[in-house]
Structures are given as C-alpha cells and as structure tokens.
C-alpha cells in the first residue's frame, strides 16, 4: 500500500511510468481502457473506411483512402503492441470483434458502447457512400487531433511516445479529408451539408459526457489534463473554422 501510495503522489507531481512492473492497479485498468478504445477505434475506423474505397471518384482517392485504411491499422497495432506488455492477447486481438459491424443509419446511441468492443460510439454508425465517408473523416480527423494533443502527454511513457508517432498520421487523414470536400464541392456534390449535420453530434458525442467527474481522477494519474466539456469546446472550435473556411455551416 505504502508503494501504491508513493507511486500514486510521484503521479500527482507529474511524474511518468515506464515499465509495466510499476503501475498500479488502478492505473492499469484505466490505461488498458485508454488504450483498448484507441485500437478498438482505430480497427472499427478502418474496417468501415475500407468498404468506401472502391466508391473514390478517381484513382487518387482511392489510393488515398486504402492509405489511410493501412495507416489506421498501423497506428493500432502501435498502440496494440503496448497492451501485449500488460498481457492482451496480441494475436487474437484483431479478429476478436466484427469491427466492419454497425448501427442502422438512423440509431442514436448517445456516448454509449456496444458490447462487441471499446470503439467509440461514433464508429458504430454506417456511411453512406463517398461523400458521407470524406465528411465523417473530415469531422472525426479534427477531434482526434484533439485527442492526440491529450493523449501525447499521458504519464505512461511508451504510450506517450506512441501517440506523438501517430499524431502527424492522424493530422495527415484531416488534410485528406479538406482537400476531399473540396473536390467534391468543384464538382457540385450537394449531399455534403446533410452529412455535416448527421455526422457533428455523433463527432461530439466522442468526447463523451461532459458533466462527467472522472477527469479528476484520471488527471491524478497524469492520464488527463483536460476534461471532456473542455476537449470539446476545442473541437467544436477547430471543426467549426474548418467548416466555415469551406463555406459549410456549423449545425446548430
């Protein structure tokens, strides 16, 4: 108790950890939850993304998309690695869960989780064709960079040294995203408005509950700086420019 003790004030002060010997079991649990939704969307993500591929308008965009289909699962095999240090299953992980599973298009499930995975809530709704996938990614890429920017600064070193490799991948999808809605915009795609408005809460909805308590103590554990209502507010900031900078509206 007296080594939980140190370990957790050594936390407190902004100290890091390193080996998966020192944590403790606390910490653990709410680690391998950080971690296990990062893969577990990143899988879910990809998987849905890949169905998309094959509807690219041209050759570039398809070439984009099976990209970003291979880095997604990439960077959650980074993340994945790190986990089999506290004991997952490595090997059997990635065909545990149906990750190309999903809702019916009209389902509103909130910050809820199915019980197949930790995926969030977000990547448990379909997309409907090209332009719905390029604008889901649009909205999503901002709030991961949202999340990245957190997450690069957890107290668990390797993880933090993981989501600062994968950050740059994850900024990169955004860009994508833009220069997709931009094309799609010069070629009069009129679709995009209606997926902003379909794809903006359920984005939100990401950051989870924002009168949420939890962040204090996950602060504590130096698995937190920011809590969720502050997490969104910067999304919805960053998103919002985005979107006004593309001449698109901001959904009430």
Known sequence: MAEDMSIASYLAQGGVLTNPANVPPRYRAELMKLMATFVDSELAGAAGFADIINEGPGIKERIAAAKIVLEKTDNADRVLRIMGDFGADTDRYANHHPWAARLERGADIGTSRTERDMRLAVFNYPLEGWADAVVMNLLMGRAVAVQM????????????????????????????????????????????????????????????????????????????????????????????????????????
């Open 149 to 252: 920017a957190e997450f690069s600064l957890v107290s668990y070193q390797p993880l933090a040294e993981a989501f600062r490799a994968i950050a740059p991948i994850e900024a990169r999808h955004a860009e994508l995203a833009e220069e997709g809605v931009i094309k799609l915009m010069q070629r009069g795609e009129t679709a995009l408005q209606d997926s902003v408005a379909y794809w903006w809460p359920r984005v939100a909805a990401s950051f989870g509950s924002t009168t949420s308590t939890k962040a204090e103590s996950l602060k504590a554990m130096g698995l937190r700086r920011a809590s969720n209502a502050e997490l969104k507010a910067r999304w919805e900031a960053e998103a919002g420019a985005v979107l006004t900078r593309l001449g698109l509206a901001i959904p009430a």
